[in-house]
């Protein structure tokens, strides 16, 4: 279940990188549904990996880009064709780790691939940190709004499905394992972000049970791409930062407290 592509620089640091939506795969969705649909390239969609540049210019770091694509489409590396899989992923998450015997992990993407860090940085024993840029914490909310078409191609029909991916990330039962304690968890978003208020709850839940979480919030008027495409840099030199156990340091960045930072752009 477990694919994609691994770059290796002879560390033992890895940068899990989670893939946001790709429009080539989203055109095809409805080709999905009618079962005409040419999986070999859809596979090769998956395979054009974002934030691939930065690999290539920080070394300091090994990197895995894991591929969102099971069997039909994608599923915000929670769900396939109407079934879970984030269990099944994520032992072999844990199983790859241990294989190459990595001693930081930090989860790292945007948008649906915000959302792949912050499920794995819950769920994965190993994760020491997240930055999770513009996630989706309400993934049905979302699709329900945003993606109403191609739902059934997600979904499958499954409602109960469908309820549980939306609650995922405010289920209780994710917040019993004790190793949480020790990840930290960097939010990135903005006040014009589709799901700002859901990643502010998110932040609240998370810090309730004691697990640091640190939020930064755009000040700008900027929506859910601009926010990350528009501000790379930053993103770049935070993702080193977190990377290397040191203080934020990027130039556009206020800090408020421990816990929260302003960025003006």
Do not use: C
């Not at 059934?152 to 004790?178: C, M, P, T, V, W």
């Not at 990135?188 to 640190?214: E, P, S, W």
């Not at 556009?252 to 816990?259: G, I, P, S, V």
């Amino acid at each position: 279940m477990l694919h994609g592509r691994h770059l290796k620089n002879g560390s033992k640091h890895l940068i899990l990188v989670f893939q946001p939506v790709k429009k080539e795969v989203l055109e095809v969705v409805s080709e999905v549904l009618s079962g005409s649909a040419n999986h070999e390239q859809i596979k090769k969609a998956h395979e054009r990996y974002s934030w691939l540049n930065f690999a290539t210019d920080y070394k300091e770091s090994d990197y895995l880009f894991v591929q969102d694509y099971f069997s039909e489409s994608f599923g915000w590396y929670l769900f396939d064709s109407g079934k879970v899989i984030y269990e099944e992923l994520n032992k072999e998450l844990e199983q790859f780790i241990e294989r190459m015997g990595y001693e930081k992990i930090t989860a790292f993407g945007s948008s649906k691939g915000g959302t792949g860090a912050l499920v794995y940085g819950i769920l994965n024993k190993y994760v020491t940190d997240v930055f999770a840029l513009v996630p989706q914490v309400k993934v049905s909310t979302f699709i329900n709004k945003y993606h109403r078409h191609e739902k059934k191609a997600f979904y499958r029909g499954n409602e109960r499905l469908e309820q549980e991916i939306d609650q995922f990330f405010f289920d209780e039962k994710h917040y019993s394992n004790e190793t949480m304690k020790n990840t930290n968890f960097y939010l990135y978003t903005g006040k014009n972000d589709m799901q700002f208020k859901d990643v502010l709850a998110l932040k609240d839940l998370l810090q309730k049970h004691d697990i640091r979480t640190v939020l930064i919030v755009n000040t700008s008027k900027k929506t859910h791409s601009p926010l990350v495409v528009e501000h790379t840099d930053f993103v770049y030199g935070t993702l080193q930062d977190i990377n290397e156990n040191r203080a934020l340091q990027n130039r556009e960045l206020t800090r408020l407290n421990d816990d929260a930072y302003l960025l003006f752009a």
